[in-house]
């Protein structure tokens, strides 16, 4: 049981450019988030999804998109990377809201 | 605002005495709440929760967490402390069922042989 898969592990970006994180989960559950986690700062939701098709903003969306055409997979992207966009990203995911979410191991990004 | 505070970035604690996490939280209503924690370099791993009836809560490795109504908080404890349990402790709100989890800013543990 894979759980919820994140690629790439580190990435490296020039102001600019543009990426996209991969999300995927095996578990058939509904709920799917992004965060960031920055120094100091906790984990901050930047969007999140309740269930194929439907996505909503978190806290820090700005310069971030995603879209969820299957209940699997929940990518990220970053449209125009820039420095302040250094961070871990975690992918997240949960069956329904009593239940625990079960995270990604992460992928370090870094905007030069 | 829905808020989650842990007070305290760093605790410190000698091997085998006991330990406590603080974590009030600001959220409307009867919201769900969870501990985790995360190791160097890791993902955050799921300790504990709480979702409705007993206010003590037991979880993996020990972990214990007291859930106060009236207080608002939801602190992590454990009786004995190990040099493994050093890591970085998250408490996290779900304020409803199909809301995402908001999430303190961290307390990093350190036990001390």
């Known amino acids: 049981n894979a759980g919820v898969t994140q690629t790439p592990k580190f990435q490296v970006l020039k102001t600019g450019q543009s990426m996209t994180l991969q999300c995927a989960q095996d578990?058939?559950?509904?709920?799917m988030s992004w965060y960031r986690q920055d120094p100091g700062m906790g984990l901050r939701l930047i969007h999140y999804?309740?269930?194929?098709?439907?996505?909503d903003q978190g806290e820090v969306p700005n310069g971030y998109n995603v879209s969820r055409s299957t209940t699997e997979d929940f990518p990220l992207r970053l449209l125009s990377a820039a420095p302040s966009q250094t961070s871990v990203y975690f992918c997240?995911?949960?069956?329904?809201?009593?239940?625990?979410?079960?995270f990604g191991q992460g992928t370090r990004l870094t905007v030069v | 605002a829905q808020s989650v505070a842990q007070p305290e970035d760093q605790v410190n604690v000698a091997e085998g005495n006991p330990l406590t996490v603080k974590c009030t939280y600001s959220?409307?209503?009867?919201?769900?709440l969870f501990w985790y924690v995360q190791y160097p370099n890791r993902g955050l791993q799921f300790l504990l929760k709480?979702?409705?009836?007993?206010?003590l809560v037991k979880g993996s490795y020990g972990f214990e967490a007291e859930f106060n109504k009236s207080q608002t908080s939801f602190h992590l404890k454990k009786p004995s402390a190990l040099v493994s349990d050093s890591a970085l402790y998250f408490c996290?709100?779900?304020?409803?069922?199909?809301?995402?989890?908001?999430f303190g800013k961290g307390t990093r543990l350190s036990v001390i042989a």
């Open positions: 959220v409307s209503g009867n919201p769900y």
């Open positions: 709480y979702i409705t009836g007993d206010n």
């Open positions: 996290a709100v779900r304020p409803s069922g199909n809301t995402p989890l908001v």
């Open positions: 999804s309740v269930g194929a098709g439907i996505t």
């Open positions: 997240a995911s949960s069956s329904r809201g009593d239940t625990e979410a079960f």
């Open positions: 578990m058939n559950h509904e709920y």
